[in-house]
C-alpha cells in the first residue's frame, strides 16, 4: 500500500523536500512506516523521528489525515493515507 508523507519543519529540512511516499505492507503502524521512512531517508531524519529503540519520538506530533495519533506503535494505516510528521519548532 501507498502512504502519502508529509514532513515539516525540521524533517523537511533534513531532507530537503516536504513530501514523499512510502510502499509498506498492509496493515503497517505509523511506526513502522516512521522507521521505514528514517531508513530510506537517512540519519538525519532517523534523529529526528525516532529514538535509541527505534519508537517514535514523543516530541514529534503525528497526524493521520488531519488527525492526531496519540498510539502510533498500534495506530493501523491504510492505502491512500496521509501522516504528515511535525517534529517541535526550534529557533526564536
Known amino acids: 500500500m501507498n502512504i502519502r508523507i508529509t514532513l515539516l519543519g525540521q524533517a523537511r529540512s533534513a531532507i530537503g523536500h516536504s513530501s514523499d511516499v512510502i510502499e509498506c505492507p498492509d496493515c503497517a503502524t505509523v511506526s513502522l512506516v516512521l522507521q521505514s521512512l528514517a531508513q530510506k531517508l537517512g540519519d538525519a531524519l532517523?534523529?529526528?523521528?525516532l529514538d535509541e529503540q527505534n519508537n517514535p519520538q514523543s516530541s514529534v506530533m503525528?497526524?493521520?489525515?488531519?488527525?492526531?495519533?496519540?498510539?502510533?506503535?498500534?495506530?493501523?494505516?491504510?492505502?491512500?493515507d496521509s501522516l504528515t510528521v511535525m517534529p517541535p519548532i526550534s529557533g526564536g
Open 46 to 49: 532517523h534523529r529526528i523521528l
Open 62 to 80: 503525528l497526524f493521520v489525515n488531519d488527525e492526531q495519533v496519540f498510539s502510533p506503535q498500534t495506530h493501523v494505516l491504510f492505502n491512500g
